[in-house]
Nanobody, 123 residues
Framework: EVQLQASRGGLVQAGGSLRLSCVAS???????VAWFREAPGKEREGVSC????????LWGDAERGRLEISSDTAQNTVFLQITGLTSEDTGVYYC?????????????????WGQGTQVTVSS
């Protein structure tokens, strides 16, 4: 079983930046670690993903150009950097892991989840 621990999000001013981290108890040989966001009143949706092969995915047109996903495999950690924050970025962010080298924006495909961290963007 892979355990995931996401860093605290918090309250951020609109236009600011935020970096979330997700520390895994292990990163399997083949893996995908994805970030999902659950905005108020909305379903959980995929934000971004990175694989053991270095593949990356961005989901959602709004994120393009404002978002970067990276990893430090020596620390079993995946980072999500978001710049130019807007109220649309508000929500609970989750990191998730699956033992396949494939980024899929369907939450049901990920068996392991972090605890979720609240990000609130204030205007």
């Amino acid at each position: 079983e892979v355990q995931l621990q996401a860093s605290r999000g918090g309250l951020v001013q609109a236009g600011g930046s935020l970096r979330l981290s997700c520390v895994a108890s292990e990163l399997t040989r083949d893996y995908a670690v994805a970030w999902f966001r659950e905005a108020p009143g909305k379903e959980r949706e995929g934000v971004s993903c990175i694989t053991s092969g270095g593949g990356r995915a961005l989901w959602g047109d709004a994120e393009r150009g404002r978002l970067e996903i990276s990893s430090d495999t020596a620390q079993n950690t995946v980072f999500l950097q978001i710049t130019g924050l807007t109220s649309e970025d508000t929500g609970v962010y989750y990191c998730a892991h699956m033992s396949r080298r494939m980024c899929i924006p369907d939450p049901s495909r990920y068996p392991y989840w972090g605890q979720g961290t609240q990000v609130t963007v204030s205007s």
